[in-house]
């Protein structure tokens, strides 16, 4: 089965750019890449999502890997109040059937 | 456009109680999938739900059970509550079966069981 791994926490400061890592080696040929981050008694807030190629968006951008056996969430300028727990997630629809793999998160401290 | 929204977002149990959460997806969506969150386990798959058919089920027990009407608003039901049901349970909705869809999640519901 798939899985993802994250580092359990990072740290960074504020105004500078946060490479958050994933390695998803076993992610199948259809599985896309989300990643949502998740702050204090809230429930996840969507970030990026991507299959192959890299994306961006206004609030990040996901570098995938060309094996797509990782990937990399970035925040080009952080502030504080990207400080959460970052998850990367993995999601395929197998038979009409949503197949989710979540990763354990990191989370991410923003030093003023 | 509204989010997905939750209710209730607190609520205490007692142990052998049973509890109903429900969950309003956002206008047209259709796929609603459940989620308990704990600090000890994360983010595990409850069930899904697409057109009111129960699409998926996570490694639960029957204690726990959901169900989704035909306007997509769905329920979960947990019966004979014991303490480790204590958690955040979260639903989430997307437009529909495409694994490129965004999934957006509701504020959760807590349940404490005491």
């Known amino acids: 089965d798939a899985k993802t791994t994250q580092p359990n926490s990072m740290e960074s400061n504020e105004e500078e750019p946060v490479h958050l890592p994933c390695n998803h080696s076993?992610?199948?040929?259809?599985?896309?890449i989300h990643w949502y981050r998740q702050l204090p008694s809230q429930g996840p807030e969507y970030v990026i999502h991507?299959?192959?190629s890299n994306v961006n968006n206004r609030m990040a951008s996901l570098a995938i890997a060309e094996d797509r056996k990782s990937s990399t969430l970035i925040l080009h300028r952080a502030t504080l109040r990207d400080a959460a727990v970052y998850y990367c997630i993995l999601r395929d629809i197998i038979q009409g059937a949503q197949k989710l793999v979540f990763g354990q998160g990191t989370r991410l401290t923003i030093n003023p | 456009k509204a989010g997905v929204t939750q209710t209730p977002r607190y609520l205490i149990k007692t142990r052998g109680q049973q509890v109903t959460l429900s969950c309003s997806p956002i206008?047209?969506?259709?796929?609603v999938s459940w989620y308990q969150q704990t600090p000890g386990q994360g983010l595990q798959f409850l069930f899904e739900?697409?057109?009111?058919?129960?699409?998926n089920k996570g490694n639960f027990p029957g204690r726990f059970s959901g169900r989704q009407f035909s306007n997509s608003r769905s329920e979960m039901n947990v019966s004979t509550l014991e303490l480790g049901d204590s958690a955040l349970y979260l639903c989430a909705s997307s437009p529909g079966l495409n694994s490129g869809n965004t999934i957006y999640f509701g504020e959760g519901s807590w349940l404490t069981v005491v």
């Open positions: 206008s047209g969506h259709r796929s």
């Open positions: 739900y697409f057109s009111e058919t129960q699409r």
């Open positions: 076993t992610i199948s040929g259809t599985d896309y």
């Open positions: 991507g299959l192959t």
